[in-house]
């Protein structure tokens, strides 16, 4: 008599949850295995071949990643996913506003005016703006809308799509244009000859 034993194939299933640079990979199947793409990109994109982590993905690019089991009937499976896309934003012309009633070169920009002109009217974007790269970067320490701002200077522009969470950066020059300047004039002087108490002046 002969006991035969059948194993089970193993499960190689997995899902790839799209970033804005590449993919998290979940397992469902069994655990353990060893990731890697069907077809070796060419473009810099990295995979961890433990985890599935896809890294350094151009935005909007495909790519089928392989999960092989190493379980004792081993298999796997494929699946196909694409890199979210960086949301597509336009450089603001400057913000250029009059000094107010303090010459001073300082004046209050309400920034937002400029939000719809930098996502070309695209309501799934959130913009905000900073005071340089990193903090538009990391999406820290955003400005006010109504910006007290001085003479001229750059805001980094910061613009999130709420679905993927995928961020684009660009500059908005803010301007000042300090009023000119008055200065009180000399009296103007007219000798009346027929003391009518009436003049021309010039």
Do not use: W
């Not at 538009?136 to 701002?149: D, E, K, V």
């Not at 003391?195 to 010039?202: I, P, Q, S, V």
């Amino acid at each position: 008599e002969v006991n035969l034993i059948v194993l089970t194939i193993d499960d190689p299933s997995f899902v790839m949850t799209p970033t804005c640079d590449g993919a998290t990979a979940n397992v469902t199947g069994l655990v353990g295995g060893t990731f890697s793409f069907t077809i070796p990109p060419t473009d810099g994109a990295q995979i961890d071949s433990n985890t599935g982590l896809v890294s350094d993905a151009p935005s909007g690019n495909t790519y089928t990643v392989r999960y092989d089991t190493n379980g004792s009937c081993a298999n796997y499976s494929e699946v196909t996913f694409t890199v979210y896309n960086q949301p597509v934003i336009y450089s603001p012309s400057p913000l250029d506003i009059c000094d107010d009633n303090t010459p001073d070169g300082i004046a209050d920009f309400d920034l937002s005016v400029k939000n719809s002109e930098i996502t070309g009217g695209n309501s799934n974007l959130l913009v905000t703006y900073h005071i340089d790269e990193i903090s538009a970067t990391l999406g820290n320490g955003p400005f006010s809308f109504l910006y007290n701002g001085q003479h001229e200077q750059i805001a980094i522009v910061r613009a999130v799509d709420t679905t993927t969470g995928c961020a684009s950066t660009t500059t908005l020059q803010l301007i000042v244009n300090q009023a000119p300047a008055a200065v009180n004039p000399l009296p103007l002087i007219y000798c009346d000859p027929d003391n009518d108490g009436f003049g021309t002046f010039y």
